[in-house]
């Protein structure tokens, strides 16, 4: 079957089965294609609480379905792969958060959203890369508890010095924003190419970032230059070159994330058709972790 195939059969069962598609920006662009909403892991939370179609298809990773799950508990959420995870996400487990709670006890618990929703449940807030200064701001608590993103931790402690930022797990780090090398930057800057990046990249690349900022910001700020270097996942270039087509885009071409990838229009056609992929989060898990993404949807 042709892709121009694929696509009119999945619009077609996207309208019989009454369902909203979400996909991330780092999804393929046949995906983009077919959605209804693209966006960063904020933009698709907040579509998804707001959602009143029965059927939610969320093309991205696990735990973007699990959040719009505990979002909108009455919606069918729908994943076309279900083994598209996220390694980041991994690092972090409840028990450890608790044990550092235990030696931490005046701390406040912020997780990024790139976690399980296990590890929601124990948190006082979830937090993106958009809002991960924001949010930690927003705590009376002078030390915070943060992962599991090494890197984001030190971006957030890094604008707020008057907070004790405690990272954990020691290491835990997204394998696609360590792609990038100082050296590289150093040419790029001499070119004369301004510089977005990510704020899950590493201190050394950031130092050379013109602009920190979460994927869903890069498409504002790329308006207002002309060249860019990227410093985030593949799929970001071909969204922004699609979103801004006066400014040029280059970045690292082995940033990929191989999870997100994953999704393709034969899975979600199949998803579709079938009601497969079902996401449910337990019970005893979805009231801890509706409270701490409450908090951070709150917050103004």
């Known amino acids: 079957m042709t892709k121009h195939n694929l696509i009119a059969d999945v619009l077609r069962l996207k309208s019989e089965r009454k369902a909203l598609i979400l996909a991330h920006n780092y999804q393929l662009p046949e995906i983009h294609a ?7 892991s904020l933009e698709l939370a907040l579509a998804a609480r707001k959602a009143t179609e029965p059927v939610l298809v969320m093309c991205g990773v696990r735990f973007m379905a699990e959040t719009a799950h505990i979002l909108n508990p009455d919606r069918t959420v729908l994943m076309p792969d279900i083994n598209a995870g996220c390694p980041l996400a991994d690092y972090l487990t409840p028990e450890l958060i608790l044990k550092t709670k235990e030696e931490y006890p005046q701390a406040a618990v912020v997780v990024y959203i790139n976690s399980t929703a296990a590890c929601k449940a124990v948190a006082d807030s979830v937090c ?6 924001k949010i ?3 705590l009376p608590h002078r030390q915070v508890i943060f992962g599991p993103d090494n890197n984001l931790a030190s971006y957030v402690q890094s ?7 405690i990272p954990i797990p020691e290491g835990g780090h997204c394998y696609v924003h360590m792609q990038f090398s100082p050296d590289d930057l150093v040419e790029v800057k001499a070119a004369g190419i301004s510089i977005i990046a990510h704020p899950e990249c590493p201190e050394e690349i950031r130092t050379y970032a013109d602009h920190i900022a979460s994927t869903g910001k890069m498409v504002e700020i790329a308006k207002s230059g002309d060249r860019w270097y990227i410093c985030t996942e593949t799929g970001m270039l071909e969204r922004l070159c699609v979103l801004c087509p006066e400014q040029s885009f280059i970045g690292n071409e082995d940033a990929i994330c ?6 393709t229009l034969q899975e979600l056609l ?22 701490s993404l409450d908090y951070m949807l709150s917050v103004p």
């Open 34 to 40: 077919v959605a209804d909403v693209i966006g960063d």
């Open 159 to 165: 604008v707020l010095p008057e907070k004790e930022i």
């Open 136 to 138: 930690v701001k927003s």
């Open 270 to 291: 199949v998803c579709l058709r079938d009601l497969s992929g079902e996401v449910k989060v337990p019970p005893e898990i979805m009231d801890g972790a509706r409270k």
């Open 258 to 263: 191989a999870d997100m990838k994953k999704t």
């Open 128 to 133: 993106t890369s958009g809002n991960a200064v």
